[in-house]
């Protein structure tokens, strides 16, 4: 079957031709045979790949396609939109990883034989990692329970035997298939609200069927039994796929056995994963991986952990892997919760269980007591169900407030705890502080449930502009005499970059200072940075927890010592200035000096070949550090990522010259060490002179002119863009050139230690007033 069900835009085909946008708009003006739309809009059409293939090699025109281009195009153009696109190739993933063999005889012949067989086959890996669907009315025959479940087995199962009749079996096969599709409005955290679908205990579902030479044997079971206390009525987070369905999906599917031939199956679906995460920014809200790891280490090993509001795993996917391990995972999207499934699946050998529903109005796992839970929930979460749960047993510290979802997610998940279970919770600041939860904050402080406070740095996570907190918590065994909390500050470890603070630092000192008072029940005074309270001493009327409101300040020795380093610093960067200032401007006039040079524009110069332009916002395959239009006008190192693709990269070589394309300002940097081998970011373009015809420095100091930068922008109503091939140099032979970029190169050596001045001075003063303030400094 060819794939005309894949339809793909004019900037996939533009990709696949290695090609500009504009190109395809020509060749569908020019050609009358160009394929026609199919989809999309007027505006934005889509195209039948396959038609568009056949056209470009008939043209000539077509490159050649990476795989990884060709996959990813066939998802995103899949009838039943990429995310469905994505669960059933992660289905064909994990039979590819599991039973290869079986794999290879449902994939072998046509499309329709595949389609055919495939059900069949999946189920067989499905049912064991995932669970079957259980509840009322599916006409299952109850069999021997292993671990509190039906184990329904065929004639071959090491589980033993319980026959099925035909129809939940073919109920079992379409069952729930329509979640992974349903449209929903996603939450600040990723999640989405839908109706509530939970997921099933490991069953090992296989059904008996006749004999027959083409079907792949059904698989035996494995895996262990698991005593999943699920609710009744849930329905698996992926349900097994129907031919009707695999039709369609038939060349993804080959294609994606391909590539994972090449990378592997865990690679492969991270890959078409991440890829999708990155062309949706705005549609899911993700955990950093840096802070997930740092939440899986605090919560330390596990045997069962359960993550409630899931997203896409991250976090479920940074706990260390163990023998019998069982992972749970629920979230209100329901392709969300399957996209987990599938990733964790095909991370580890482990037990999974996800569950697509509303965890705090329909819990899938109201008896299950797990030993870690991890928690990424969404924030300031308003429709929560404070009128429904008034009276929900979860609210073991007290009914929060509707403005206080942050404190309901907390008592689920200490609801969820085995005792001395951990807990981790990622929480915005304000539940800390607000009034609305200080009897909540209290009731957890009183009976030992919170153990620490951790504040992240700015930009740890989203959102990225508030230094978001860690809330370490624990079922209490009993009440300890004189409970102490532990309050850890990282703010010190922010960054000015955009790429997140310094992980490793955090890292350090909060595991450094959990480790110690989890062993002691308590911690030496570490100012600035770390303390254990009394519980007493945070029992007043505001019950506020921020770290930073407790902390002891730094030392007076410590503080003198830093503040004399940096105005020692400070002093030899004035110094340094001093001696860079420019001097003197003579006013006399060179009677050799021609009044106006001869000109010439970037444009030019490309054409005739002294350099070569290019732009960025590529990201290539490995993800490389990315020179932002921020970093060149702030003059800092490359601190951005780009999304991973096939499109190659373009990569700063020293002598390169960068100009910022938007925003009016006069800029251009030449590459030095501090910027060589970095991805060219968005809005910038690249200038690489012939060294035998063009000086860098010259050519980046003309570029900065306001008169020759104020000639070659055009202006729209809210922006100024900069047209780099309008920007003018004058005609200058090479030495004359080279002695304008000394004087360039001057400027800027004298530029970056002003920068480099005025960034000490704030230092300087903000530590003077904070000083003398906190009675570190003296005012004589």
Not at 499 to 519: E, H, I, M
Not at 579 to 602: G, M
Request: proline letters at 9%; charged letters at 20%; aromatic letters at 4%.
């Amino acid at each position: 079957m060819q794939d005309n069900a894949t339809e793909v835009t004019a900037a996939g085909i533009a990709r696949l031709a290695g090609v500009g946008r504009a190109a395809v708009s020509n060749w569908r003006r020019r050609h009358a045979d160009f394929p026609k739309p199919v989809g999309g809009t007027e505006t934005s059409p889509s195209f039948a790949l396959a038609d568009v293939e056949s056209w470009l090699r008939e043209q000539g025109k077509l490159a050649e396609v990476p795989l990884r281009e060709r996959v990813w195009q066939q998802l995103v153009g899949h009838p039943e939109g990429p995310v469905t696109a994505l669960v059933y190739a992660g289905c064909a993933l994990l039979l590819i990883q599991e039973r290869p063999t079986v794999w290879l005889a449902a994939s072998a012949g046509s499309d329709e034989r595949m389609a055919a067989m495939l059900p069949g086959a999946l189920e067989g890996v499905i049912v064991p990692r995932f669970g079957a669907a259980r509840g009322r009315g599916r006409g299952v025959h109850r069999g021997r329970e292993v671990g509190g479940a039906a184990a329904v087995n065929s004639p071959g199962s090491a589980s033993g035997s319980v026959n099925t009749p035909a129809e939940g079996s073919a109920a079992a096969a379409t069952s729930g298939m329509s979640a992974v599709n349903s449209a929903s409005a996603v939450n600040s955290a990723g999640a989405v609200n839908t109706a509530n679908t939970q997921t099933a205990p490991n069953t090992a579902s296989a059904v008996n069927t006749p004999a027959d030479p083409t079907t792949p044997p059904a698989p035996v079971n494995t895996a262990p039994a698991v005593n999943t206390p699920l609710a009744a009525n849930t329905t698996p987070a992926v349900p097994t796929p129907t031919g009707p369905q695999l039709l369609p999906t038939a060349p993804l599917l080959r294609g994606v056995a391909d590539l994972a031939a090449e990378l592997g199956t865990r690679e492969t679906f991270e890959f078409l994963l991440g890829r999708h995460l990155d062309a949706n920014p705005r549609q899911y809200t993700l955990t950093p991986p840096e802070l997930a790891r740092l939440m899986a280490e605090l919560a330390g090993s596990a045997g069962t952990v359960l993550d409630p509001a899931c997203g896409t795993g991250t976090l479920l996917g940074a706990v260390a892997p163990r023998p019998d391990q069982q992972l749970y995972a629920q979230d209100n999207a329901p392709d969300l919760a399957a996209l987990t499934a599938l990733r964790l699946a095909l991370h580890a050998q482990v037990t999974v269980r996800a569950t697509a529903g509303d965890t705090l109005r329909a819990d899938a796992y109201p008896e299950l007591r797990a030993d870690v839970v991890l928690c990424h929930p969404p924030f300031n979460e308003r429709n929560w169900g404070h009128d429904e749960l008034a009276y929900d047993p979860r609210w073991e510290y007290g009914f929060p407030a509707r403005n206080e979802s942050e404190l309901a997610w907390v008592q689920h998940a200490l609801a969820r705890l085995a005792d001395t279970g951990t807990a981790v919770l990622l929480m915005p600041p304000a539940a800390a502080s607000r009034r609305s939860g200080r009897r909540i904050r209290a009731d957890l402080l009183r009976r030992g449930a919170l153990k620490a406070v951790v504040a992240l740095p700015i930009g740890a996570a989203p959102p990225y502009n508030i230094p978001l907190h860690l809330w370490v918590l624990r079922r209490p065994e009993r009440a300890l005499g004189q409970p102490e909390v532990l309050l850890v500050d990282t703010g010190r470890f922010a960054t000015e970059g955009r790429g997140g603070p310094d992980w490793q630092a955090v890292r350090g000192a909060v595991l450094d200072a959990w480790r110690a008072f989890d062993r002691a029940g308590r911690l030496d005074d570490e100012p600035g940075l770390a303390r254990s309270v009394p519980v007493i001493e945070l029992l007043d009327d505001d019950v506020d927890l921020a770290p930073a409101r407790h902390l002891p300040p730094a030392t007076a020795a410590d503080g003198a010592d830093e503040l004399t380093a940096v105005r020692e610093r400070l002093g030899e960067t004035l110094r340094l200035t001093a001696d860079l200032t420019p001097p003197p401007v003579d006013h006399a006039t060179d009677p050799d000096r021609p009044t106006r040079w001869p000109l010439t524009t970037i444009g030019e110069l490309a054409r005739g070949g002294a350099l070569v332009m290019r732009t960025g916002g590529n990201g290539g395959h490995a993800r490389v550090p990315v020179l932002t239009d921020h970093d060149v006008l702030a003059g800092t190192a490359p601190s951005g990522l780009l999304p991973e693709s096939d499109e190659e990269a373009v990569l700063t070589e020293a002598g390169d010259v960068v100009v910022p394309v938007l925003g009016g300002g006069s800029m251009a940097r030449v590459i030095d060490d501090s910027t060589v081998g970095a991805v060219l970011g968005r809005s910038l373009v690249l200038l690489r002179p012939d060294p035998a015809a063009l000086d860098p420095w010259f050519l980046a100091g003309f570029l900065r002119g306001t008169a020759n930068n104020r000639q070659a922008s055009s202006y729209a109503s809210t922006a100024t863009r900069l047209d780099v091939r309008r920007l003018q140099l004058p005609r200058l032979p090479l030495d004359e050139q080279r002695r304008y970029g000394a004087r360039f190169r001057a400027l800027e050596d004298f530029e970056r230690a002003l920068r480099q001045a005025g960034r000490l001075g704030e230092q300087l003063v903000r530590g003077m007033y904070d000083g003398l303030t906190d009675g570190t400094v003296m005012p004589e």
